[in-house]
């Protein structure tokens, strides 16, 4: 499929918004929900397999517009040096149950433990697919995770959140969350109505509403994202408050929606976006100071 819109698969697939994908040689494998798909981008072209177009088109929401999205967000200097880096990072309009799951499990965890933890949850719940000569697992459904206990949840490295996702599945399957109807509501609704699940605090909300449920408007809230807010837009805030969560390692409820809802305010209805690419520059921008670092002290250690 030849791409007439801006577009990076490798950024996009690594900047932390999936849990599910691997780069083998130069193609992606991925699950999304009970469909395995691998896919690479050589040039302008997207090839692919395990999938058609529209549903390469619809994950990756190459509907989005980038530009005008960008003209809405580029509002200082920090989101245009993100943009610049990685422009064609897509929002993946992931399948609702699995990234509500995938986010509960991602709660304190790093990136290669929720991996983990969802690749044990799909081996032990979910259907084996074949696909290119490899085994793979489609995401559990509610329904059989609804079915497990709460030892066999815990077996999957899940810990205290396997409380909080066989809760939710057996809510989900009561009929106690409607997605569709949840796209449809004004945001705060939406956002109040998802907390009211085991295990979702206002973070794995607002990833809910951004990643899965076309909510761009979202700007979930983590610790990077507290760091990114406080060092580059410090000056929206009063002192006090920004000395406060300067000395402390997490936020209060209060504090989140204090963070979250400049977030929204300023960079608007793609707020999300902006979020997405803030994050994943900041991240990478630490990382290449830490290599720094870590290379000026093997180098002292040297002479």
Known sequence: MRLDVPFDLDVTLCCGQVFRWDKRGEWWF?????RVLKIRQVDGVLEFAGADAAFVQRYFSLDHDLQRISSEIGKDAHVRAALSEFWGLRIVRQPPWECLVSFICATYKSVAAIRQMLLKLSARFGEKVAFDGCDFYAFPTAERLA???LAELEGCGLGYRAKYVLETARMFCAGSCDFE?????PYDEAKKALRELPGVGAKVADCMLLFSLDRLDAFPVDVWVKRIVLKY??????EAFVKKLLCQKGFSDADYERLGGFGRRYFGVYAGYAQEYLYHYERLLNR??????RGIEQEAKRA
């Open 30 to 34: 991925g699950v999304v929900g009970d």
């Open 233 to 238: 837009y410090a000056g929206h805030f009063e």
């Open 181 to 185: 109807a949840l796209r449809k509501m």
């Open 147 to 149: 079915k497990s206990s």
């Open 288 to 293: 290449k100071i830490e290599k720094g670092l």
